[in-house]
């Protein structure tokens, strides 16, 4: 059968699927085989590498699907650096980490390397600040290592699955109704304030309630939302008005406020203007111009090794060490962790250092907790 045909039919099973779900292990099994490879599946991952799932597998077995999310969920070297790659974007195991290197860790080495896989090829589907859905087919010994053929076929592939995955939700969306903005934005452990142009909260979280009622860090005052620190009030104030002035310098990135500067307490609040594009059709009616998020600055929002990544162009390999120091410590543990030498560990801390113009892990640390930010 011609290729065009072949795809063609996949096509239309990837569509059939997004409207019964039941029939995306047939539409993975499909995939597996266009693409070249023993395996494949829909999963995500937490980006701190702490939980992962699968929502579909093909060519898996149980025992080795348990043990990866019991043992080796840590110990995947591709991740947090495979959550950064654009949606879409198809992407194999050497850009992330240079393929010997891949063979020497104990995740391919324990799990990869019994069940027969030598590589991977997959694209990130969805992406959270917190964790990424993604499509992987896994190559086998037959298949041998990614080569440009997979990944060619793989880009016929990935579009539909894109398409697919919207109007899946769509239409479980549909079936579900839609969530309360509400009841959305207070899961958010992040206190969260709607402000008119005349800064006026038009909604707050749950966690707002409780930080207003706190006092110590903002009120609402007759001219709308007060920050208790002079400083702060009027950089709060000079970013929501730049907000209602729809001002470019604010419209992406937002800007962050310090809103309490002692050093056990440095509370921070990021300002994200509603004032553009599609962002206003959630501004409640367009009668709010920004979105302020405060919380207490720490280390559990994994974003910032992403935005460290991006700015200090680090590697795969660094990323992974990177993490490593903020998650489990000194050199020796971290060698442990990742299944790597201590030499190699100082060796890809050597290049953050030098990146980053640090010297000592705890600085590295402080600079990873200085970039993080609660958008994605």
């Known amino acids: 059968m011609l290729e065009s045909e072949v795809l063609s039919a996949l096509i239309a099973t990837i569509y059939d699927a997004a409207l019964d779900p039941e029939l995306w292990p047939v539409a993975l099994e499909g995939i597996r085989d266009f693409v070249g490879g023993c395996a494949a599946n829909f999963y995500w991952q937490d980006v701190s590498k702490e939980n992962a799932g699968v929502f579909h597998c093909v060519g898996i077995e149980l025992s080795y699907l348990e043990a990866y999310f019991q043992t080796y969920t840590k110990l995947n070297p591709l991740y947090p650096a495979a959550a950064f790659f654009t949606p879409g974007e198809v992407f194999g195991s050497d ?23 030598v590589d991977s090829l997959a694209a990130n589907l969805e992406k959270s600040v917190t964790s ?15 080569d440009e053929e997979a990944r060619r076929r793989m880009r016929l592939v990935v579009p539909h699955v894109l398409r697919a995955s919207s109007i899946g939700h769509v239409v479980a969306e549909h079936i579900r109704g839609k969530a309360a903005l509400t009841d959305a934005l207070d899961r958010i452990a992040a206190a969260v304030f709607l402000v008119d142009a005349a800064g006026r909260t038009v909604f707050g979280n749950e966690s707002a309630g409780v930080l207003l009622g706190s006092g110590k860090l903002l009120r609402n005052g007759p001219g709308g939302l007060v920050a208790t620190d002079k400083v702060a009030n009027r950089a709060l104030h000079y970013a929501l008005g730049a907000s209602a002035r729809g001002e470019a310098e604010f419209d992406l990135a937002g800007t962050v406020i310090l809103l ?15 004032t553009s594009g599609a962002r206003q059709q959630s501004a409640f009616g367009h009668s709010a111009v920004a979105a302020v998020f405060v919380r207490k600055a720490s280390l559990d929002v994994p974003s910032p090794l992403e935005t460290m990544a991006r700015l200090y162009r680090l590697t795969g390999s660094e990323v992974r060490v990177l993490h490593a120091i903020v998650d489990t410590g000194g050199v020796p543990d971290i060698a442990v962790a990742l299944g790597i030498s201590e030499s190699t560990v100082r060796t890809h801390l050597k290049r953050p250092f030098e990146k980053t113009s640090t010297h000592r892990q705890v600085d590295l640390v402080k600079l990873v907790a200085a970039h993080a930010s609660p958008f994605s």
């Not at 850009?95 to 069940?115: D, G, N």
């Not at 990424?132 to 990614?146: F, N, Q, S, T």
């Open 260 to 274: 309490s500067s002692e050093p056990d307490q440095r509370w921070l609040a990021h300002v994200l203007p509603l």
């Open 95 to 117: 850009a992330v980490i240079p393929a010997l290197e891949f063979k020497q860790t104990r995740f391919y080495r324990e799990w990869m390397s019994p069940q027969g896989m």
């Open 132 to 146: 990424v859905a993604a499509l992987a087919v896994i190559r086998g010994e037959r298949d041998g290592m990614v």
